[in-house]
């Protein structure tokens, strides 16, 4: 064997055994989630939790929002924290809709949300321009919505304005003994 080639698998062997000793970082990790994490109950009432949040091993830690879905209503409600009630989010009767101002869900800006036809709700910035660097909620879709269940297709940029979407199932905990399809 000639030199140059045992350099190249003396320095190809040294590279592999460096691989075990350093510690590579998932991407996918720090990329930004908006999912349905489980049901919680809240003032002795049952309601669904949603992430919105980097993923974490220990998912307790992560950021999430109490939300309600009343079907009666034909609406979504978070829980205000500060005034310790729930706040309409989202009317889904097209009557009834007046655009939401300041909406903050987790680790995302403020946004507004404009109402765009029957299914589509279409958010922006309170402030003008979203300056660069900022994690915002582009739009929300209805993909499904019966009197036990609300799904929503969030669509969001992260910092770097990568975009993603997550998917929200509300359940509307009166009917949760109904089929979906009543």
Known sequence: ?????????????????????????????????????????LNNEKVNLGIFDYFKQDT?????????????????YKY?????VFQKIICLQSENFKSREKIKLGIFDDFNLVKENSKNFIA??????????????????????????LILRVNYQDEFEWKYFGI???TDYKYENLEDDE
């Open 80 to 84: 205000d924290d500060i005034k310790k």
């Open 60 to 76: 307790s830690k992560m950021k999430y929002e109490y939300l309600k879905y009343d079907s009666d209503k034909e609406s979504l």
């Open 1 to 41: 064997m000639t030199r140059k080639i045992k350099k190249k698998i003396f320095l190809y062997i040294l590279f592999l055994s460096f691989t075990n000793i350093v510690k590579g970082q998932v991407l996918e990790f720090y990329n930004p989630i908006i999912v349905t994490y489980k049901a919680g109950t």
């Open 124 to 149: 922006s910035s309170p402030y003008g321009k979203y300056p660069s660097h900022h994690k915002i909620i582009n739009s929300i879709e209805i993909l499904q919505k019966t009197k036990k269940t």
């Open 168 to 170: 929200l199932v509300l």
